[in-house]
């Protein structure tokens, strides 16, 4: 089994910046793809990017360009660096990694974007 702990997020203005962390612990040899997911008040949770072992990442349409995923195997811990957000980013962020036994999820955080 594996464990997400985030940690990261926040209140930033509009064109502000923020980094959220993924911690991965237990059977992370068992892990094959990690993501970030977002939802927003009154809508359904979304994929905002994700990364395959081999280091492939994909984005949403809205993020690409100003907000890039990362991994760090040593740590394994994943990031997510957040670039001139948007209100439209405000949204609870969850962690999500795909193993060999399903997927698992953070606890999530809260980012909120207002001036």
């Known amino acids: 089994q594996v464990q997400l702990v985030e940690s990261g997020g926040g209140l930033v203005q509009p064109g502000g910046s923020l980094t959220l962390s993924c911690a991965a612990s237990?059977?992370?040899?068992?892990?094959?793809?990690m993501g970030w997911y977002r939802q927003a008040p009154g809508k359904l949770r979304e994929v905002v990017a994700t990364?395959?072992?081999?280091?492939?990442?994909n984005y949403v349409d809205s993020v690409k360009g100003r907000f890039t995923i990362s991994r760090d195997n040593a740590k394994n811990t994943e990031y997510l660096q957040m670039n001139n957000l948007e209100p439209e980013d405000t949204a609870v962020y969850y962690c999500?990694?795909?193993?060999?036994?399903?997927?698992?999820w953070g606890q999530g955080n809260q980012v909120t974007v207002s001036a």
């Open positions: 237990g059977d992370i040899f068992s892990i094959y793809v």
């Open positions: 990364i395959t072992s081999d280091g492939s990442t």
């Open positions: 999500n990694a795909g193993t060999s036994s399903g997927y698992c």
